[in-house]
Structures are given as structure tokens and as C-alpha cells.
């Protein structure tokens, strides 16, 4: 048995600027919640000093690991990797901003221990503090598109999820190495593909809520 409770599979494309950050607060998170973690960054054609700054903080993380692919293959084909190459019991996938803390991942682990092959994180947003009309009406408009988005996916193909377009899913090994050996459409930007091959093929699929640092589209 794998050493390993947690992989986080993070698909990435030129992003020295933002993923420091990002690697630093999951390093945080992860000490946090007290899970033994991976954590494996998937650069596909990257132009920038990616990897190199990843590589850089691998000294420092040694649950650190970067996966690198010259030309860029989509971020379907970074996800499925990243997932085939990880040791954890649960596999992770999430952006590579981290809108999405890691410790959100307690709201996930039941379920996954319970038997659930994948679950899917809802995305909320908490209300901000003197938040009035106007502001929610903003917010309303900028979340406009991925809502039309989820209620097209909800009344065609996922009745039973509220936010089949969200970037944090965990999937139980067994599960991810079933699902992602059959996915071929790797331009995808999400997790619908392997969300349809799971459904179809009988996987229990669960969702619970999680916080994000940006706007909800659910």
C-alpha cells in the first residue's frame, strides 16, 4: 500500500508568476490538515521559467514533483498524467491559482471514505462583509457564464450534480486509473470528460460543498 493518502495533480502552462504563491499555500494547507501529500505540477509547453521555479522549490517540498511535456498536449492530457503517475489513495485535480484552498479537501474525504469513487467539489462563495445589492448583482453578472454553463450540463447529462464544470474533484485511485485510461479529449479545460465516462460507466459520483476564493458559478 501506498505511503501516500493524498495526490494533487495541478496542470499547468506558463505560470512562474502566480504558482509560487499558490505551492507555498498549499504547503501550508497540506502541513495543516496532516495528510501525507504529493503534489505534481504537469507543465505542458510552457515558455516561460516554469519548471524552473518549481524545480527550485522541490528542495524545499520534498512532496514536490514536476512532470514536464514540451509541447502543450491541453490540460485534459496534463490531468490524466498527472493522475496515472500519482501513489495517493485519493487523487486531487485543481488549478493552478489554488481558488480553491487544499483544506477544503476535509469536505471531500468522507464521502471518499466511504466508497464514493469520485466527488466533486460544489464551488460556494461566503458572502463578504458588507456586501449589498449592487455587489451581488455584479457578482451575479460576472457569474453568469459558467452558470448557464452547469444548468445546460444539469439538465442534459449531470442531473445529480449542481457544478459538473468544477476544477476540484477527488477521485479514489482505483477509480481515476479506470476512468483516465479512457479519456481522448485532452483540450478539454475540465473534468467533463472523465465525469461522463464515470457516470456511464456506473462510478458513484458525490458532490459536497467547498469555499472558493472567487466568484461562484455554481
Not at 68 to 82: M, P, R
Not at 107 to 121: C, D, R, W, Y
Not at 156 to 166: A, G
Amino acid at each position: 500500500m501506498s505511503d501516500v493518502t493524498l495526490s494533487i495533480i495541478i496542470p499547468v502552462k506558463n505560470e512562474a508568476e502566480t504558482l509560487p504563491l499558490a505551492l507555498v499555500a498549499i504547503d501550508n494547507q497540506l502541513d495543516a490538515l496532516g495528510i501525507p501529500a504529493e503534489v505534481i505540477v504537469v507543465s505542458s509547453g510552457s515558455t516561460d521559467n516554469t519548471a524552473e521555479i518549481v524545480k527550485k522549490m522541490s528542495i524545499a517540498m520534498r512532496n514536490l514533483k514536476l512532470v514536464v511535456n514540451e509541447e502543450d498536449q491541453g490540460v485534459g492530457a496534463s490531468l490524466k498524467q498527472g493522475m496515472l503517475l500519482s501513489r495517493g489513495q485519493f487523487r486531487l485535480a485543481v488549478n493552478s491559482k489554488n481558488l480553491i484552498p487544499i483544506n477544503q479537501f476535509k469536505n471531500l474525504l468522507p464521502h471518499l471514505e466511504s466508497g464514493a469513487g469520485i466527488v466533486v467539489g460544489c464551488r460556494t462563495r461566503p458572502a463578504q462583509e458588507g456586501e449589498n445589492y449592487l455587489s451581488k448583482t455584479l457578482s451575479a453578472y460576472k457569474e453568469l457564464p459558467g452558470t448557464l454553463a452547469n444548468f445546460a450540463l444539469k439538465s442534459m447529462v449531470f442531473k445529480e450534480l449542481k457544478d459538473p464544470t468544477s476544477t476540484f474533484v477527488a477521485f479514489r485511485a482505483e477509480t481515476a486509473e479506470k476512468i483516465f485510461n479512457l479519456t481522448k479529449y485532452h483540450r478539454l479545460k475540465n473534468l467533463l470528460e472523465p465525469l461522463y465516462i464515470a457516470k456511464k460507466s456506473g462510478f458513484s459520483i458525490k458532490e459536497s460543498d467547498v469555499i472558493t476564493h472567487n466568484v461562484s458559478v455554481v
